[in-house]
């Protein structure tokens, strides 16, 4: 662990060193003529490069709006201390262009009578949208009909997929206690066979879809499924065809959420075999969400939330690489997920953590361009979202959903206003997922300009003060040992679970307004009544059914698969195909029960 350590002070030293290095440009800029020409030779060369676009009103804007400068030393400080969007150290974007609509020209509305004057329309097929939207409820099908809703005008498909209590915990759904918790608060998915409908109808293999799984403790399970499903549908050809992400981020749960099945050690050694099996089979997939969100979720401040983020990713990084991995094979397939709520450091928050995983994965473990990337999925925040006239929390979301793209988030995921009280009712997450489509194809705040609101004076101070908060966090975990050792001495959740106290306290004693809870109440307590989203009892006896079939079907192939995975975990070797294998006749219950066997359970933390 002491490596962990030595590569997280190494960091803080990066950073440190790349901002004097930029100081030093700046000053180089101003006193060596030749060096400051160059400069502005470049600065102007780029702009001159840079493509006008039109509004609809035919008003005619940049496509990449830059700060109005022409001194040497200052062009230095933006272009080294900044970097143009899609260039190191990324604080302005992880790609060129984000979010904006295909080049077009369209003249202007004549003077005269406003009239409108002949319109040219030259467009290019459209990226990407950066919508990802977030369901489970029920059981496969249900989940399944709900993912077919929400994409039924999305050109590209890209799903986040939430699970039920059970399948987090790797329990099947046959289990003692569980039988109401089945499909409540997201999917119920025990075998392959689940996945398979979980995703029917749509194309795992297509360019244009991704899938999302939101789980830890189970994942490489849940991924093998996954793997497994595809087959079924698609042949084995599939697998380097798709996309996606799952979370499966170990240090997250035992810091905020504690959705851990095994001990820490043999939870890292399975994620790491997953790692290693998909960045070497499956080019497109991301292995690993490295999540802040459920951290600020659990109470952390925003500068905690970013803090452990990147520092549990920097160490993956290194835990990845010492199984001998190269940092350009892994770094790529690496990304992030945060919450993004009301708090002045959401800003430029990730803003800066990109900055500073730039710097770190390029100066302390030599990761190329790629591995660079620090590619962001952001949530709105669930914390904000309150009960007390909950039609606030739309203005609530929006707001945060500006912040989001404002740090050029690459997906996105909006909450519904009745969360609060159950699982989004088609009607809410319909005006969610509304919101982001409002904000980027209605409204013209990020569809015509990249870059349009960043650089602000006050952008810039917050920025400055949340890296030295960053970096100052960095310097105690590196204290206490690195990320493992302040895990295993509960540094990160003591201090999430101290914020958590503090954020509740100033909401008590009315520091912290929150519209029509603590301030402008309209003196109602009423409960509002909306419509609550159960799984009826006969759904939840067809997924125990349908599990005993399974069990039953291959009772005798399950018991030698098993075997034969016991058998793989414990000569050390990567676990994963194994797994793919296993996952044909094994139950999720059944697989988390041997491997517990093997590996020994979870204590939770508290």
């Known amino acids: 662990m002491e490596e962990v350590m030595n590569k997280l002070g190494q960091v803080v030293e990066s950073v440190e060193k790349y901002n004097q290095f930029v100081l030093d440009q700046v000053k180089r800029a101003r006193t060596d003529q030749k060096f400051g020409r160059d400069l502005l030779g470049r600065w102007n060369d780029i702009k001159a490069k840079i493509p006008t676009t039109r509004a609809p009103t035919g008003l005619p804007l940049p496509r990449l709006a830059l700060p109005e400068i022409d001194e040497p030393g200052e062009i230095a400080r933006f272009l080294f201390g900044e970097g143009l969007p899609g260039e190191f150290p990324f604080l302005n974007g992880a790609y060129r262009e984000m979010y904006l609509e295909p080049v077009r020209e369209v003249e202007s509305f004549e003077k005269n009578g406003g009239s409108k004057a002949k319109k040219i329309d030259k467009r290019v097929p459209q990226a990407e949208e950066p919508t990802r939207l977030f369901s489970g409820l029920m059981l496969a099908e249900d989940t399944n ?142 292995p690993i969400s490295i999540s802040g969100y459920h951290i600020g979720e659990a109470g952390s401040t925003p500068v905690q939330q970013a803090a452990y983020t990147l520092s549990n990713g920097f160490a993956y990084a290194e835990m990845f690489a010492a199984r001998g991995i190269p940092v350009d094979q892994f770094g790529p397939r690496l990304s992030f997920f945060l919450d993004c709520g009301l708090d002045v450091e959401y800003i430029a928050l990730a803003r800066v953590s990109r900055r500073i995983w730039a710097i770190g994965m390029r100066e302390v473990f030599g990761a190329g361009a790629k591995a660079q990337l620090y590619k962001l999925h952001t949530q709105t925040s669930g914390r904000s ?27 996105c995921h909006s909450n519904s206003a009745d969360e609060p009280f159950t699982t989004p009712s088609e009607e809410w997450i319909r005006l969610a997922a509304h919101g982001q489509a409002i904000l980027l194809e209605e409204s013209g705040i990020f569809k015509h300009t990249m870059n349009m609101l960043s650089g602000s004076p006050g952008m810039k101070a917050v920025e400055r003060a949340v890296e030295a908060a960053i970096l100052d966090e960095f310097r105690e975990i590196e204290r206490l040992g690195g990320v493992l050792a302040a895990v295993e001495d509960r540094y990160q959740r003591s201090q999430i679970q101290n914020a958590s106290h503090r954020y509740e306290q100033q909401i008590n004693d009315g520091v912290r307004p929150i519209i029509g809870l603590n301030r402008y109440r309209d003196g109602s307590d009423d409960i509002p009544e909306v419509k609550l989203v159960r799984t009826p009892r006969k759904k939840q006896q067809l997924q125990v059914d349908r599990l005993a079939k399974f069990k039953k079907k291959n009772a005798e192939k399950s018991k030698r698969a098993l075997d034969k995975l016991a058998a793989v975990v414990e000569s050390g070797k990567n676990c994963f195909p194994e797994l793919l294998e296993a996952v044909e006749v094994c139950s999720l219950g059944q697989i988390t029960g041997r491997l517990q066997d093997v590996a020994g359970r979870f204590r939770p933390m508290v």
């Open 145 to 286: 009909e709900r993912f077919h809703y929400l994409t039924r005008h999305q050109r590209t498909h890209r799903l986040s997929t939430a699970f039920d209590g059970p399948t987090l915990y790797g329990i099947d759904s046959d289990a003692d206690g569980v039988f109401g918790k089945i499909g409540e608060g997201g999917v119920a998915i025990d075998t392959v066979e689940d996945m398979v409908r979980l995703y029917d109808g749509f194309d795992l293999g297509s360019a244009n879809f991704s899938a999302s799984m939101t789980i830890s403790g189970p994942a490489p399970i849940i991924m093998a499924m996954y793997i497994a499903a595809a087959k079924r549908r698609f042949g084995p050809n599939v697998i380097p065809k798709l996309r996606g992400t799952i979370q499966a981020d170990i240090f997250k749960e035992v810091q905020a959420q504690n959705e851990t099945i095994f001990p820490i050690e043999p939870s890292l050694r399975f994620l790491t075999d997953m790692v290693e099996f998909t960045t070497g089979e499956m080019p497109r997939w991301y």
């Open 385 to 411: 979202l309150i009960a007390a006239e909950f039609k606030n929390n739309l203005t609530r979301t929006a707001a945060e959903l500006i912040l989001a793209y404002m740090n050029a988030t690459n997906s």
